[in-house]
């Protein structure tokens, strides 16, 4: 259907869970969407509501400062993440 969407592309373009996008049609959380033999189709135009369950940001190591000290998680100042290194004989 041109100009509406499917869940998996709205979950995608406002980055969250498919499941959170469906359960937000299903409660009639999205103007306009409609559902046509179980399948939900949500006008590309429509507002991001506000979702109860958001997809998590990704953690990013950053690497080890030049004093030698480990790394540490982006996004969480003074947080250090344990590394352990393996060698194989």
């Given at each position: 259907?041109?100009?509406y ?24 959380g ?60």
């Amino acid at each position: 259907m041109e100009g509406y969407m499917t869940i998996p592309e709205a979950a995608i373009k406002w980055r969250a869970s498919a499941q959170a996008v469906r359960q937000c049609c299903e409660q009639q959380g999205i103007e306009r969407a409609v559902c046509i033999r179980g399948r939900w189709f949500i006008p590309v135009d429509a507002p991001m509501p506000q979702f109860s369950f958001a997809l998590p940001q990704r953690s990013v190591l950053l690497p080890p400062d030049e004093g030698g000290e480990r790394p540490r998680e982006a996004g969480r100042p003074g947080r250090a993440v344990e590394t352990r290194i393996t060698t194989i004989k």
